[in-house]
T-cell receptor
């Protein structure tokens, strides 16, 4: 089946530093990847849609200068949390849709990254 | 504006019995619905989906029912197994656009 690899699985950083999270589709190509954030016991909230070769589309309320997204190839998207603060601590999950399947094919998710900002 | 709602935060079912997870939505433009299963500290895993042209889709022990008039879908798991214990999210989208997730229901299967 389609595999999405997300790295790192967990990271601890100090306030003010930046953290990069990678999302790779291992056995399929994805023109679009999605970045979600999940707070404890809450739903997955879409942060932004990452489009290969173009700018990401951010959801309302998500700071694009704080959460930098780069989708450099059909198999890689990165999310960089810049100048991280403790309130950015969360579980970040990426997902991708196989461009070889129809638009209604399910999203495949990475295993998530647990970010803790101290 | 919570367009997809799972009103039961938790559900406990005895092993071997049927588990029924419910989901309601408000946006009548949604035409594709999915269920995902999630274990702690892992990403969601796709379970089963249904398009709005159908009212039922079955895959092994999992069946999803869609009632468009009521804007309601449900996931049936039968028989329930201990490995089914997880958080289940329903999700919806319109015309292959972004997915909107419900809050999740934690299912516990008791031996």
């Amino acid at each position: 089946g389609a595999v999405v690899s997300q790295h790192p699985s967990w990271v601890i950083c100090k306030s003010g530093t930046s953290v990069k999270i990678e999302c790779r589709s291992l056995d399929f190509q994805a023109t679009t990847m999605f970045w979600y954030r999940q707070f404890p016991k809450q739903s997955l909230m879409l942060m932004a849609t990452s489009n290969e070769g173009s700018k990401a589309t951010y959801e309302q309320g998500v700071e694009k200068d704080k959460f930098l997204i780069n989708h450099a190839s059909l198999t890689l998207s990165t999310l960089t949390v810049t100048s991280a603060h403790p309130e950015d601590s969360s579980f970040y999950i990426c997902s991708a849709r196989d461009r070889g399947q129809g638009g209604d094919s399910p999203l495949h998710f990475g295993n998530g990254t647990r970010l803790t900002v101290t | 504006d919570q367009q997809v709602k799972q009103n039961s935060p938790s559900l406990s079912v005895q092993e071997g019995r049927i588990s029924i997870l419910n989901c309601d939505y408000t946006n009548s433009m949604f035409d594709y619905f999915l269920w995902y299963k999630k274990y702690p500290a892992e990403g969601p895993t796709f379970l089963i989906s249904i398009s709005s042209i159908k009212d039922k889709n079955e895959d092994g022990r999992f069946t999803v029912f869609l009632n468009k008039s009521a804007k309601h879908l449900s996931l049936h798991i039968v028989p329930s197994q201990p490995g089914d214990s997880a958080v289940y999210f329903c999700a919806a989208s319109k015309r292959a656009q972004k997915l909107v997730f419900g809050q999740g229901t934690r299912l516990t299967i008791n031996p």
